[in-house]
Every structure is written in structure tokens, then in C-alpha cells.
């Protein structure tokens, strides 16, 4: 079983749909929550970061953490043409100095 | 206000020959971390450095692979008698902090092996 695992896709969704990306991981030491956003040829951009589990809300954006069944969701509301992007999930135990463990990414298409 | 810089950003050696990859990080960030990127793959950590130490290596090849970040300058990933299958996007990202404080990307280094 993989550290964490992401359907890549790819979705394709209208614009204004809202869309669900989602990640499951095993390693239960991860206490550091990221979402990642990668546009073709470009480096991962931050989207979301969280600790522990929760919601966090930023415009268009939430991210949920859910520690006890191991899963963690990014929600993007009224989906633009500009979101279309690769979106990246990724953890860390942050005990110590300990390195991002990535899921594959999803390849999101919104649709104008 | 710079983000994370890398060159070049596209580099192409021929087989037995040598990369060198750099990165300057965000102003500031003494946190330097390198990933590597294989087409339809997620980033695959490598290698995790601050100012003159090497953290954790644990994901760098053990043969032909090396990397530093010196007291001045930027950090250099290298990569000595390069075969077909070190082609890919190298990343680098930078914190002000170890211990899962957010990391800054740069738009990597799309190496190819000819």
C-alpha cells in the first residue's frame, strides 16, 4: 500500500461546478496537511495548508482533514477555466525535519 | 519579493556526462529541500539540506548523486555520469523552518538525457 494515494484522474468538470478532489494516506504520524495546485511546466503552488484535522476555508477553497478514517479533501467552489491544473495532496509528520510525502495529483479540466 | 529560483530551467547532457543543478531559496529560508518529478509520478523527495549540513539524504541515490548548500550561494543538486533515466523535473523548495512548515516551490529544472 502506498504512503498516499490520489485518483489522477483525469476530471473534468463545467465551470461553476464544485469540485472534490480527495487523498488517502496510511501513516498515521502525519500531522501536516497540504494542497498543492501545478499548472503545466510550472512548480507546485501552495493552495491550502492545515495541521491535525479540521476545516480551513480560503475563497473558493476548503480543505477538510479527517485524522481518524485517514482522509483529506480539497472542495473548490464556482470552478473557473483557470483552475483547471494538476492539484497535489501532500503530508508530513513534522516531527522533526521530516520531507513532504506527495500523492500522484489529480488533472483537473473545468470546462467553460 | 523573489520566490524560489532555479536554472536553468531546461538542461539537456548527453550520457556519462555531468548536471548541475541550482536553486536560491525564498530570501530568508535557510530550509532547502529537492524533489524529483517523473512523468504521470508525484514529487519523490531526495534529498533535505540547511546552510553547510545535509538533514536527510534518505532519497538520493547513494552512487552519482550529490548535493550541497553552501554558507553563500546557492544549493547545488549534481549529478555525475548521467544515464537516460535521470530525465525528469527536478524541484526545489525552501522554509523558513524545518518540522512541517510550509514549502515554496520553484519551477524546476526539466532535465533530458540524450
Known amino acids: 500500500q502506498k504512503e498516499v494515494e490520489q485518483d489522477p484522474g483525469p476530471l473534468s468538470v463545467p465551470e461553476g461546478a464544485i469540485v472534490s478532489l480527495n487523498c488517502t494516506y496510511s501513516?498515521?504520524?502525519?500531522?501536516?496537511f497540504m494542497w498543492y495546485r501545478q499548472y503545466s511546466r510550472k512548480g507546485p503552488e501552495l493552495l491550502m495548508y492545515?495541521?491535525?484535522?479540521g476545516n480551513k476555508e480560503d475563497g473558493r477553497f476548503t480543505a477538510q482533514v479527517d485524522k481518524s478514517s485517514k482522509y483529506i479533501s480539497l472542495f473548490i467552489r464556482d470552478s473557473q477555466p483557470s483552475d483547471s491544473a494538476t492539484y497535489l495532496c501532500?503530508?508530513?509528520?513534522?516531527?522533526?525535519?521530516?520531507?513532504?510525502?506527495f500523492g500522484k495529483g489529480t488533472r483537473l479540466s473545468v470546462i467553460a | 519579493n523573489a520566490g524560489v529560483m532555479q536554472n536553468p530551467r531546461h538542461l539537456v547532457r548527453r550520457r556519462g556526462q555531468e548536471a548541475r543543478l541550482r536553486c536560491s531559496p525564498v530570501?530568508?529560508?535557510?530550509?532547502v529541500y529537492w524533489y524529483r518529478q517523473l512523468p504521470e509520478e508525484g514529487l519523490k523527495f531526495m534529498v533535505y539540506?540547511?546552510?553547510?549540513?545535509?538533514?536527510?539524504e534518505s532519497g538520493m541515490p547513494k552512487e552519482r548523486f550529490s548535493a550541497e548548500f553552501p554558507k553563500e550561494g546557492p544549493s547545488i543538486l549534481r549529478i555525475q555520469q548521467v544515464v537516460r533515466g535521470d530525465s525528469a523535473a527536478y524541484f526545489c523548495?525552501?522554509?523558513?523552518?524545518?518540522?512541517?512548515?510550509?514549502?515554496?516551490f520553484g519551477d524546476g529544472t526539466r532535465l533530458s538525457i540524450l
Open positions: 501532500a503530508m508530513s509528520a513534522g516531527s522533526g525535519n521530516t520531507p513532504l510525502v
Open positions: 492545515t495541521y491535525s484535522s
Open positions: 539540506l540547511q546552510k553547510e549540513n545535509i538533514i536527510d
Open positions: 501513516n498515521s504520524a502525519f500531522q501536516y
Open positions: 530570501k530568508g529560508h535557510s530550509h
Open positions: 523548495a525552501s522554509s523558513p523552518s524545518g518540522g512541517g512548515q510550509p514549502q515554496h
